[in-house]
């Protein structure tokens, strides 16, 4: 593969991820949704909780986390449901791009939303709960991007093929639950070992492993995703 | 038609199959009700186990079958191996559905509650949604050709999955039992309980192959009727 | 300390009750599938076109 065809494969990807941003943007639609959700999953924890049983440190991270999955999963479900209206994606499949850079485009989008949800419910879920975040923010921040970072990799595979289905709303949290479960509760572990602070070498660990889900499927999905868009 | 007589001897070889599964598998109920030891510790509910750890090999081995079965067909598009995933998948479902309702039943004298979110009972949750997920994506998309490639990604993907959980069930202190067959060094079950389970293993083994083989042929069958009748 | 051995019979009845059933059950569904194609096989034309089926 000469250099020519990589800087070709990144420029569209960026092309693909640029104009899936700047839809959104212009529409907002998914982007409020899942924000609108987020803030609205940490109002009813705050509320739901019964403050003399559970303490909010215990909760804290595990809150945290399941905001951030349902809002993500939300934009998700919005992203491929804008090409499905358009008809934008047959567009798309007949220009001569590779689907690699296509796939790589959908993603670094997926990832600008739910980045964007997560950026927003961050702080309201400090503020909601009162949490110490102190020296932690930069761990927090750097375990959220690498646990979205997977989950968002396989989100945008599965969102591709449910938008053809019926119940694509059910169909795609159906799929996407059982690979939410790693990545999310290895970031929860991470994130109470962080908030409650411990030392970093407790947390490399998990570090680590969220790492490595990242690349095996992050690569997986770049390899199946062409299987997907065959004609 | 010859091949559809020869897809009807083949489900009814498939039967038979079934048939001597089940009839081992009353064998089983025998030997571990009658002639297996009870055991010390957990009493009567102990003797789950040779049903419970069989049920999940069986499902596991489905799994993997389903995940072989998904590559091989995004590589070679043989139509058969797409048919073949899908009779593995619908076997490893009952499995499953037998480790989810075991699992508890030995649980609850055992430890005390009917779940537990340990890393071992989570992955059986895990592996019962990726086996739900497959059949409801392939019963919400209607091409053939579609299907076959959608389901074998999700079957890829979710094979690509398991190594991750199993990860976790090193990382969490469990309750639930410490491997003590597979240890490296030699197992710790009493000979006359290792007979039973190992009997078991085979039991099920039986019951898998049968299954699979029957609805692959039983599929078959159905393909070549559709066939005939100028689809 | 060593457990009443006949005390919580009940769970391991239930599971192998539910086993026996799951299995017998499957086994039963795919016998009928099997038959039911193996009859209307016999008369030509009755068969209505099917996607994959179902189980």
Partial sequence: ????????????????????????????????????????????????????????????????????????????????????????????????????????????????????????????????????????????????????????????????????????????????????????????????????????????????????????????????????MDE | MPDLHAARRAASRGLILIAVGLAGLAGIYILALRFTPVERFQGLPQKIFYIHVPAAWSALVAFSLVGIASALYLWLRDPRLDLFAESAAAAGLVFSVIMLTTGPLWGKPVWGTWWEWDARLTFTLILFFLFLGYRALRSALVDPLERARFSAVVGILGFVLVPFVHLTVYLFRTVHPQPIVLKPSEPSLPWEMLRTLLASVGVFTVLLIGFVATRYALGKMEQIKGADDGR | MDVDPGANAGYMVAAYVVTAVIVAGYALVLWRRVRKGSQEAREPGSQGTTGSPAL
């Avoid at chain 1, 070709?8 to 959104?24: M, N, P, Q, S, T």
């Avoid at chain 1, 991270?61 to 939300?74: D, M, Q």
């Fill in chain 1, 1 to 228: 593969m000469g250099r020519a065809s990589v800087g070709e494969f990144f420029r569209v990807a960026l092309a693909v991820a640029a104009k899936d941003i700047r839809v959104e943007h212009r529409s907002r639609t998914a982007l409020v949704a899942a924000l609108a959700f987020a803030v609205l999953t940490l109002v009813i924890f705050n509320f739901a909780r019964d403050a003399a049983s559970l303490s909010r440190d215990a909760m804290a991270p595990s809150v945290l986390w399941i905001t951030f999955a349902f809002s993500g999963v939300v934009a998700l479900n919005r992203s491929f449901a804008l090409e499905r209206e358009n008809a934008a994606l047959d567009g798309l499949l007949m220009a001569p791009v590779s689907r690699g850079a296509l796939f790589l485009g959908k993603y670094l989008a997926n990832l600008a939303f739910v980045f964007a949800v997560e950026a927003v419910a961050l702080p309201l879920f400090v503020l909601f709960f009162g949490v110490d975040i102190g020296g932690a923010v930069g761990g927090v921040i750097g375990v959220t991007v690498l646990a979205t970072a997977g989950f968002v990799a396989v989100g945008t595979i599965f969102a591709a093929m449910t938008v053809r289905t019926r119940l694509a709303e059910l169909m795609l949290p159906l799929l996407l639950l059982p690979f939410m479960l790693p990545p999310v509760t290895w970031a929860v572990q991470a994130t109470a070992r962080l908030l409650s602070g411990r030392p970093a070498g407790e947390i490399a660990g998990w570090i680590r492993l969220l790492g490595l889900y990242d690349l095996v499927f992050v690569t997986a999905c770049l390899l199946v995703f062409p299987s997907l």
